[in-house]
């Protein structure tokens, strides 16, 4: 089955720093890869997704890039707010009539300095 | 448009009770999947229903179960209790368009502790 790794599990930024979080993806069929973002006690929320026939993402400070063949993908947030802290998970999904499980990293807590 | 509403958002069990939890998905999302998430393995798949039938299931054992109604709503049942199954349980719903799925949407969560 698919297997998502995440880097880095923590991440410390000044505010206004950007920030980037990497995954690696084993599958080569996975062509959805969405990133959410989770704060305490709240569930998962997507902040961004990429399909595999994109390479790149965009929305307001926060970009995705697409890997396919080196089987990566990376978040990146400009500008970072103190709002922006919680933790980040990437996931990686074949999102065909099959169903839409979702295999996720192990997340990164990201937490931005005032 | 509501979100996903799971119920209870907390619970409390002994070890070998069982337990169901309730998951309401987005009006017209018809897909939804349950997720594991605990501090030592993350956020892992448990199964995922479409039109009341099981499409997918992840790695747990069979003390897992869930059902989804004709109303899209759907539960998810642990048997037999143990302390590790300890966790936050999340449902996702998603909707299919001519352009294949949504994103899946989450709910908040049950907080289930095993004492």
């Known amino acids: 089955g698919e297997n998502v790794e995440q880097h880095p599990s923590t991440l410390s930024v000044q505010e206004g720093d950007s920030a980037v979080i990497k995954c690696t993806y084993s599958?080569?069929?996975?062509?959805?890869f969405p990133w959410y973002k989770q704060e305490l006690g709240k569930g998962p929320q997507l902040i961004i997704d990429i399909r595999s026939n994109v390479g790149e993402k965009k929305d307001q400070r926060i970009a995705v890039t697409l890997n396919k063949t080196a089987k990566h993908f990376s978040l990146h947030i400009t500008e970072t707010q103190p709002e922006d802290s919680a933790v980040y998970f990437c996931?990686?999904?074949?999102?065909?009539?099959?169903?839409?499980?979702?295999?996720f990293g192990g997340g990164t807590r990201l937490m931005v300095k005032p | 448009k509501a979100g996903v509403t799971q119920t209870p958002r907390y619970l409390i069990k002994t070890r070998g009770q069982q337990v169901t939890l309730s998951c309401s998905p987005i009006s017209g999302h018809r897909s939804v999947s349950w997720y594991q998430q605990t501090p030592g393995q993350g956020l892992q798949f448990l199964f995922e229903y479409f039109s009341e039938t099981q499409r997918n299931k992840g790695n747990f054992p069979g003390r897992f179960s869930g059902r989804q109604f004709s109303n899209s709503r759907s539960e998810m049942n642990v048997s037999t209790l143990e302390l590790g199954d300890s966790a936050l349980y999340l449902c996702?719903?998603?909707?299919?368009?001519?352009?294949?799925?949504?994103?899946?949407?989450f709910g908040q969560g049950t907080r289930l502790t095993v004492v």
């Open positions: 996702a719903s998603s909707f299919k368009t001519g352009q294949g799925w949504t994103e899946a949407f």
């Open positions: 996931a990686a999904s074949t999102r065909n009539n099959a169903g839409n499980m979702l295999t």
């Open positions: 599958d080569s069929a996975s062509n959805y």
